[in-house]
């Protein structure tokens, strides 16, 4: 919006200027050796500067946008023809009036009136296509900008989408896990329900915005993890490394490795076997990267756990935010026992944290 009122402003001025050149231009031929100026050759010079301006600001303003962009190119063709040979006619009548024709010498040309005539008429058809195609990249610069915005508008309404979508499968997934606590452990159950309460500020508040500073992300990513601790038994192994810079203002969309973090736990933890996940977040100048592994104990199809929504969501946020800008390797090691999700995203320039 304010590139199109900074268009806007600056178009008058535009015209301003090169119009003033246009009609400064006889001032060069009226102008005596004295330094003054023949006002009467100026005024006489001036009138087909003037006819053009005429030509062109009849179809500028008027005939290109309420005839020629109305889809009527005969019409616009005809009343163009009739007024350029009426212009040039009128011309022509001014110019004999002004200034009577010589006498002619003996064995001196003079050339037909038609090649002024048609001298007129070629100006006057430049100056209509020039007009024409001012107002035609005019035209095709307002639908681009208009074209971006409501890319933009649509972008950020898929964006929110998803969030509103992800959100209630997060709390989903985390409320379950305190359920599930409060069976065997009601300590820990108040416990998790104190974690919770850190996690839900910053899901109502801080995943509003469209990118946050890495480390917000990174300290509630460590508040889910904790949270994860109290729910499993010793025999599951949970290991983290965050080596990013302290207080690390990197963009990141919020809650974009949340879903791969819940993948981990869902699938990678056994409730008779050892398991373990291992959760890597590292930050080197504009890129990002989070890698985790975890023991694999697939889910039966009688398991109705999950339906894979999260990481289904993050793929169309990845599309949305960063396309072209980011790898996901997904792989399960030799032995089919452990499961590796790779995360590389290079943080565009353009990515800025909006408050």
């Keep these: 919006m304010n590139t199109r ?3 806007r402003s600056l178009e008058p001025i535009i015209h301003t200027i090169c119009w003033g050149l246009f009609f ?11 330094g003054t100026i023949d006002w009467s050759a100026f005024l006489h010079h001036s009138v087909v500067p003037a006819s053009l301006f005429i030509i062109f600001y009849i179809n500028y303003l008027l005939l290109i946008p309420k005839v020629l962009f109305r889809n009527h190119t005969g019409r616009f063709l005809l009343m163009n023809m009739a ?20 006498i002619p010498r003996p064995h001196s040309f003079m050339p037909p009136q038609y090649i002024f005539y048609l001298r007129d008429i070629i100006s006057l058809i430049f100056v209509t296509g020039l007009s024409v195609a001012i107002r035609m990249s005019l035209r095709w610069s307002k639908t681009e900008l208009e074209r971006k915005e409501a890319v933009k508008s649509r972008t950020e309404a898929e964006l929110k989408n998803l969030r509103n979508q992800l959100n209630p ?26 974690e919770l309460s850190k996690l839900l500020r910053y899901v109502l508040y801080d995943n509003q915005q469209t990118f946050v500073p890495l480390s917000k992300e990174v300290d509630f990513i460590r508040n889910y993890i904790e949270l994860m601790r109290i729910r499993f038994s010793s025999q599951v192994r949970i290991e983290t490394r965050f080596d990013i810079r302290p207080d690390s203002q990197s963009p990141i969309a919020p809650l974009l490795f949340i879903s791969l973090i819940e993948n981990a736990f869902k699938h990678g933890i056994s409730p008779t076997e050892p398991s373990f996940v291992d959760i890597q977040i590292t930050e080197k100048e504009n ?10 104990y697939p889910k039966t199809s ?4 999950g339906s894979g929504i999260g990481l289904e969501q993050v793929h169309k946020r990845l599309e949305l935010l960063y396309s072209g800008h980011y790898e996901w390797r997904k792989q399960t090691s030799d032995d089919g026992k452990e499961y590796i999700s790779s995360l590389s995203i290079n ?6 944290i909006k408050p």
């Design 24 to 34: 400064g231009f006889p001032l060069f031929f009226t102008q005596h050796d004295n």
């Design 347 to 352: 943080i565009p320039q353009d990515k800025n």
């Design 83 to 102: 007024i350029i040979c009426i212009v040039a006619f009128g011309l022509r009548c001014w110019h004999n009036v002004s200034i009577p024709p010589p």
């Design 169 to 194: 499968h997060f709390l989903l997934n985390t409320l379950n896990n305190i359920y599930a606590l409060t069976a065997f452990d009601t300590e820990k159950a108040q416990q998790a329900i104190q």
């Design 287 to 296: 890129t990002i990267c989070c890698v985790i592994r975890n023991s694999r």
């Design 5 to 7: 009122n900074n268009h």
């Design 302 to 305: 009688a398991d109705k756990s």
